[in-house]
Antibody, heavy 117, light 107 residues
Framework: EVQLVESGGGLVQPGGSLRLSCAAS????????MHWVRQAPGKGLVWVSH????????NYADSVKGRFTISRDNAKKTLFLQMNSLRAEDTAVYYC??????????WGQGTLVTVSS | EIVLTQSPGTLSLSPGERATLSCRAS???????LAWYQQKPGQAPRLLIY???SRATGIPDRFTGSGSGTDFTLTISRLEPEDFAMYYC?????????FGQGTKVEF
């Protein structure tokens, strides 16, 4: 069974940093591109970033470019999102996901990040 | 980046009725890499359609995706009670992925 379990969310002050993790199991992690998608309270889905299977190619939404860094540890089957210079508008549930491949994708349950003083 | 505009914002229908949701892209979606998701409160999104018209695993055939280029449609032929939810389109054909703002299907 495919499982994606996010951790690392919480309350952080504006300007602070947080590192999200996503532990993957039940599939060959090294074969799939992965992404982070966020959803502010009561709002829609917003793509944040994605990374290819070997970790050498990444892309970011303009709203987080230069502040967030996506990475992966294939040996530990874990996806990361390092978030720096956090702003109030970064407050959201952050989902990690296995990107669409072969007609399927998978999502974690999400982790809440709250940026507030 | 490709902007996806969904319409209408809200669709008020009854069980058994047909729902037609639209998603218009500001540029051509490469390879018609357009997906549709359903999301219910407190849950992660669920993939319904990928590649504009292919149903994801386990999705009932009352869900149909159509369209190409810049104009895409999700049709739910006969609404079941469990279909009342938010629906998002998503393009994954460009390096900068985007979602539409969503359509709420309400009873």
């Amino acid at each position: 069974e495919v499982q994606l379990v996010e951790s690392g969310g919480g309350l952080v002050q504006p300007g602070g940093s947080l590192r999200l993790s996503c532990a993957a199991s039940g599939f060959t992690f090294t074969s799939y591109w992965m992404h982070w998608v966020r959803q502010a309270p009561g709002k829609g889905l917003v793509w944040v970033s994605h990374i290819n299977s070997d970790g050498y190619s990444t892309n970011y939404a303009d709203s987080v470019k230069g502040r967030f860094t996506i990475s992966r540890d294939n040996a530990k089957k874990t996806l990361f999102l390092q978030m720096n210079s956090l702003r109030a508008e970064d407050t959201a549930v952050y989902y990690c996901g296995r990107m669409i491949a072969d007609g399927e994708d998978y999502w974690g349950q999400g982790t809440l990040v709250t940026v507030s003083s | 980046e490709i902007v996806l505009t969904q319409s209408p914002g809200t669709l008020s229908l009854s069980p058994g009725e047909r729902a037609t949701l639209s998603c218009r892209a500001s540029q051509t979606v490469s390879n018609n890499y357009l997906a549709w998701y359903q999301q219910k409160p407190g849950q992660a999104p669920r993939l319904l359609i990928y590649g504009a018209f292919s149903r994801a695993t386990g999705i009932p055939d009352r869900f149909t995706g159509s369209g190409s280029g810049t104009d895409f449609t999700l049709t739910i032929s006969r609404l079941e009670p469990e279909d009342f939810a938010m629906y998002y389109c998503h393009q994954y054909g460009s390096s900068l992925r985007t979602f539409g703002q969503g359509t709420k299907v309400e009873f």
